[in-house]
């Protein structure tokens, strides 16, 4: 039994992890979609049943932080979380960046369980909030901000209304 209809999406290009990571929340009673591959997950993505996403930090070409910032973008309300074997300054401010929560395995599985359990909690609570992010254009003095999801939808605002292409 599941702790809600939502899955978490699990991407990990390390198979072992992967397998324990999916091993761990289906045991704690979270349905899981597991995938190795970053386009898989973004494909993923689309699935209205993926109410979480857990992504390493590492998924070959690409990262965790990436796949976070494409969720930011396509589903606003997903929360996210990074992976990483070890606490990381960089990749934590990264991923709070880009609104993910960040995680070090080597916190221990009673930490990383707590910290999914937190994520699910709260997806009802933002769906029913709506939360919305306003795109704001940056003040001269103020450039465009530390926020890299925002930087993205400003610069993309502003592409698409310099060439007069839609954003969908």
């Known amino acids: 039994m599941s702790h809600s209809p939502d899955s978490i999406l699990i991407v990990d290009s390390d198979r072992a992890r992967l397998a324990r990571t999916r091993a761990m929340l289906t045991q704690a009673g979270y349905a899981v979609i597991a995938t190795a591959s970053f386009l898989e997950a973004k494909r993923a993505l689309a699935d209205p049943q993926v109410g979480l996403v857990i992504a ?3 998924l070959g070409p690409y990262n965790g932080i990436h796949l976070a910032v494409r969720a930011r973008v396509t589903r606003r309300d997903l929360p996210v979380i990074i992976t990483h074997a070890e606490p990381d300054a ?32 709260a997806l009802p609570k933002r769906r029913a909030q709506g939360i919305r992010r306003t795109l704001v254009p940056p003040r001269a003095n103020e450039g465009f901000g530390v926020d890299p999801f925002s930087t993205a939808v400003r610069v993309a605002t502003l592409e698409a209304f310099r060439t007069g292409q839609s954003l969908n």
């Open 56 to 58: 390493a930090i590492h």
């Open 90 to 121: 960089y990749f934590e401010a990264e991923a709070s960046h880009c609104g993910a929560t960040f995680v070090a395995l080597s916190s221990g599985d009673a930490e990383f369980l707590h910290r999914v359990a937190d994520a699910a909690s």
